[in-house]
């Protein structure tokens, strides 16, 4: 009987440790989904200043991986890129929703969502999803890679 309450006691002591330990959440996990959701809130708002202050979001060695076109990489090629969109004019505002975001947060967590884009008028010209593999820098949480892709066909 004695060893049976041992037992039971042990058993439960386990469980108790092993519970605490899940449920007590990743600190550099839970500070890269706080840093995405605040860089996803503002993405837009740098994009439309047209001043490379997009720049920020990313690494210096970060890649657009965009559909249909060769990868670009660099900030030379990634801050064209956004000023290159910018004065073809069309998109002045869109939405970054984050659906997942997998890893430990130790230096590399991927992001998985939703992305819109609209006119001046608030008229939808585009909608897809995307990967994002988000880097742990000095300066924080960058994005490392940025893999959108359209929901319709190309034009």
């Known amino acids: ?23 007590k959440p990743n600190a550099n996990l839970e500070e890269a989904k706080k840093t995405i959701a605040e860089s996803n809130a503002i993405h837009f ?4 200043k047209n001043d490379g202050s997009i720049m920020k979001l990313y690494t ?3 890649c657009l991986l965009q559909p249909n076109a060769p990868a670009l990489c660099g900030y030379e090629q ?7 969109a910018y004065n ?7 939405k970054i929703i984050t659906l997942n975001i997998y890893g430990e947060g130790n230096e590399y967590v991927t ?14 010209l585009d909608d897809g999803k995307y990967l994002a593999i988000w880097k742990k820098t000095k ?10 892709s359209s929901n319709h066909p190309p034009k």
Do not use: H
């Open 139 to 148: 300066d924080g949480w960058k994005m490392f890679r940025d893999m959108p």
């Open 1 to 23: 009987m004695k060893s049976n309450i041992t037992a039971l006691l042990f058993t439960l002591l386990v469980f108790s440790i092993n519970s605490r330990a899940q449920s």
């Open 111 to 124: 992001e998985e969502g939703l992305w819109q884009i609209f006119d001046g008028t608030g008229k939808m």
């Open 45 to 48: 708002k740098l994009y439309l």
């Open 78 to 84: 990634v801050s064209k890129f956004f000023k290159d």
């Open 88 to 94: 073809a004019g069309g998109v002045r505002d869109g």
């Open 60 to 62: 210096d060695d970060a």
